[in-house]
């Protein structure tokens, strides 16, 4: 049998990551404080303290949850689990709209605050950092398999995939011009392949 406490604390943490997010979400990194969190989850700040000393914590505890909660790593395995690094390619693309259109909220967050705000200074360039290795990854696999357009070097083709991984580029098409997943991921994969592949 599970331990009330212990459910009781899960439930309270879980109830402070979806009233950070919310806040972030809707209001931005300003807005945020350990009261305010209080607040939206409906518990005390010192209910807040208790799991979480800072509010670094509480923003990175949530930055990781996100993984969970969105199943990222989950999705970003799909990409690696793919036969050959041209279908790598298309996975990754499918991986970029169905994972960050989930998330592109909070990370528009961190984005914008990335120059006022320590904490989402922090996430930013772990993020970042992420997005580089891992279109570093699949550009090396497309070089490995002889696949990588000629024109491109493994450097260029890396930072090239990482800035197609703008917010911008996701918000301006998916939310501006309303475009549908399908059909995002349909051009984008399209826009992709003539760019990273070398011709057949």
Same mark, same amino acid.
């Given at each position: 049998?599970? *331990?009330?406490? #212990?459910?009781?604390?899960?439930?309270?943490?879980? %109830?402070?990551?979806?009233?950070?997010? &919310?806040?972030?979400?809707?209001?931005?990194?300003?807005?945020?404080?350990?009261?305010?969190?209080?607040?939206?989850?409906?518990?005390?700040?010192?209910?807040?303290?208790?799991?979480?000393?800072?509010?670094?914590?509480?923003?990175?505890?949530?930055?990781?949850?996100?993984? @969970?909660?969105?199943?990222? %790593? &989950?999705?970003?395995? %799909?990409?690696?689990?793919?036969? *050959? %690094?041209?279908?790598?390619?298309?996975?990754?693309?499918?991986?970029?709209?169905?994972?960050?259109?989930?998330?592109?909220?909070?990370?528009?967050?961190? &984005?914008?605050?990335?120059?006022?705000?320590? *904490?989402?200074?922090?996430?930013?360039?772990?993020?970042?950092? #992420?997005?580089?290795?891992?279109?570093?990854?699949?550009? @090396?696999?497309?070089?490995?398999?002889?696949?990588?357009?000629?024109?491109?070097?493994?450097?260029?083709?890396?930072?090239?995939?990482?800035?197609?991984?703008?917010?911008?580029?996701? *918000?301006?098409?998916?939310?501006?011009?309303?475009?549908?997943?399908?059909?995002?991921? @349909?051009?984008?994969?399209?826009?992709?392949?003539?760019?990273?592949?070398?011709?057949?």
């Amino acid at each position: 049998m599970t *331990d009330p406490q #212990n459910a009781r604390g899960r439930r309270t943490v879980g %109830a402070l990551l979806a009233a950070t997010r &919310e806040i972030i979400e809707n209001d931005g990194m300003s807005a945020l404080t350990m009261a305010a969190v209080a607040e939206r989850a409906g518990v005390t700040r010192r209910a807040v303290y208790l799991h979480f000393a800072t509010r670094t914590d509480l923003v990175t505890a949530l930055y990781r949850s996100l993984g @969970e909660t969105e199943d990222l %790593a &989950e999705s970003l395995q %799909a990409v690696w689990d793919t036969p *050959d %690094a041209v279908s790598g390619l298309r996975e990754w693309v499918a991986h970029l709209v169905r994972s960050h259109l989930r998330i592109l909220a909070v990370l528009r967050a961190f &984005e914008q605050a990335q120059h006022t705000d320590p *904490d989402a200074a922090a996430l930013w360039r772990t993020t970042q950092g #992420n997005w580089l290795k891992g279109s570093r990854r699949v550009v @090396e696999r497309l070089a490995r398999d002889g696949m990588l357009a000629p024109h491109l070097s493994v450097d260029t083709a890396t930072d090239l995939l990482w800035a197609l991984m703008s917010l911008d580029l996701l *918000d301006r098409l998916a939310h501006q011009r309303r475009w549908s997943n399908k059909r995002l991921t @349909e051009q984008l994969t399209a826009t992709y392949m003539a760019t990273f592949v070398a011709p057949s």
